[in-house]
């Protein structure tokens, strides 16, 4: 069969990797997709010393690879949300089909591009978006598909979780982890997307879309960093049977679809809290599968590699395929997309680990468990920690109540005189039914 040609636009860790695999594994993949796939011209502004380009064109205009002729599939790689989305749309227009690893232009743009893409009669693919290379976007889309999915919990940074595994295994403090990830090449010099769950506030609204066929709303997704975090809650994290995770958690409810990322507290001896370092892992619940986890690296060219030429490949599969008989980019068709609504962060429903420093007296723990009582919140554990100073830290786990009814008693607490600085709040999840 006719050679399908490639044009890669982006030749950094990613786009190198993806050059790099395509190459050297061309015959097995040609097999796997019945025709030989060919880099016919890639587009970036510099070269990588990583790639032997030699006899592949290259042109440091991007937008000559959307507009070329030739091309059949043209692989977004630059990353970014304003060039990207440009790019993407005017190879669409121009009748090329599309694969890209750029999270954060699916979640803010995907609708647009999707519906540009059935419109032109193109494919776009998007696997290596979310958790690199573990296939987890197939995997919901179309290995679940007899379910009706409860909800889905996800590690799908790898920043934030070497982070907290460096806390929890040596002590450390969040500041200390952090410069030492960025020496790494872990986090960004400014480490911000990462570490304040934007970056996986985009992979989620991505996941929830599939499994829940609502459409794109990344706007709607709650986003709470890693940076309050402290050695101390780790401990008493610990102490308490959890351990401390950076999720990104999306439910089904009777009200709306939750969707929000937040450090938690998760029971120790659950896989999902046994993922560390820099790796990922999402965790899905369906109704006739029950629980499934999927593992693996979540960032580095060519894990990303492995699922953007895996992206290739279907494409490829899927050229002879009508519009109507290829897999819908967001699992349910078009028109099938719920108007389920998102729930406003006030309106969720968890438990919590509360630490407070009060100053230490007879009747300030009373003062505090009441307010809690008042506000229909009970209390599951109370740690109290022995203290030479004044004040004494206080650690409470409650159980399950309305984000508003805490944020109600939070306020309250932090109003008496004898609490001193500010509530530390961390939701706690159990994960199961």
């Known amino acids: 069969m006719k050679p399908v040609n490639v044009g890669i636009c982006g030749l950094g860790t990613v786009g190198g990797g993806t050059f790099n ?32 380009t030699h006899g592949t064109a290259i042109t440091r205009d991007i937008f000559e690879v959307a507009t070329n002729p030739d091309i059949d599939i043209v692989v977004e790689l630059i990353g970014g949300y304003d060039v990207a989305f440009k790019l993407v749309m005017t190879a669409i227009e121009n009748g090329k089909h599309v694969v890209t ?30 958790a690199g290379g573990i296939p987890v976007v197939k995997a919901i889309r179309e290995g679940l598909s007899a379910n009706s999915i409860n909800w889905l919990a996800g590690i799908i940074n790898g920043t934030g979780n070497f982070i907290l595994t460096e806390m929890r295994e040596k002590g450390r ?51 709470e960093g890693i940076s309050k975090i402290t ?121 919590y680990y509360l630490r407070l420093h009060a100053v230490e007296k007879p009747g300030v723990l009373a003062s505090i468990t009441k307010i809690l009582g008042d506000n229909g919140i009970n209390i599951e554990a109370i740690i109290q920690k022995e203290t030479a100073e004044y004040q004494v830290p206080v650690i409470l786990l409650t159980q399950r109540v309305k984000e508003q009814t805490m944020n109600d008693a939070i306020a309250a607490i932090e109003a008496l005189d004898d609490i001193i600085g500010q509530v530390t709040r961390i939701r706690v999840e159990q994960l199961q039914g």
């Open 231 to 351: 050695a101390e809650d780790v401990q008493y994290a610990e102490e308490l049977g959890y351990r401390i995770k950076h999720l990104g958690i999306s439910r089904r409810t009777e009200n709306g679809i939750e969707l929000r990322v937040h450090p938690t507290l998760i029971p120790e001896k659950m896989l999902l809290a046994n993922v560390n370092g820099v790796m990922n892992a999402v965790m899905v619940d369906g109704d006739a599968v029950g629980q499934t986890l999927y593992y693996g690296a979540g960032a580095g060219a060519e894990p990303t590699a492995s699922a953007v030429v895996a992206d290739i490949v279907d494409v490829v599969r899927n050229l002879a395929a009508e519009n109507e008989g290829r897999v819908p980019p967001l699992a349910f068709q078009q028109d099938e997309l719920s108007s389920t609504p998102v729930l406003p962060m006030a309106e969720t429903e968890t438990s």
């Open 21 to 52: 695999v395509l190459l050297r594994n061309a015959d097995e993949i040609a097999r796997r997709a019945g025709r030989q796939i060919i880099v016919q011209q890639i587009g970036a502004r510099r070269d990588n010393p990583a790639c032997n």
């Open 173 to 223: 403090d969040f500041a200390d982890v952090l410069a030492e990830a960025q020496a790494l090449g872990y986090a960004e010099a400014d480490p911000t997307f990462d570490v304040e769950g934007i970056d996986a506030a985009h992979k989620l609204t991505i996941l929830a879309s599939i499994a829940f066929g609502i459409p794109l709303q990344f706007d709607k997704a709650y986003t």
């Open 101 to 130: 690893a750029n999270k954060a232009l699916i979640a803010v743009h995907g609708n647009e591009i999707f519906e540009a893409a059935q419109r032109n009669n193109v494919m776009v693919s998007y696997e290596a978006s979310v």
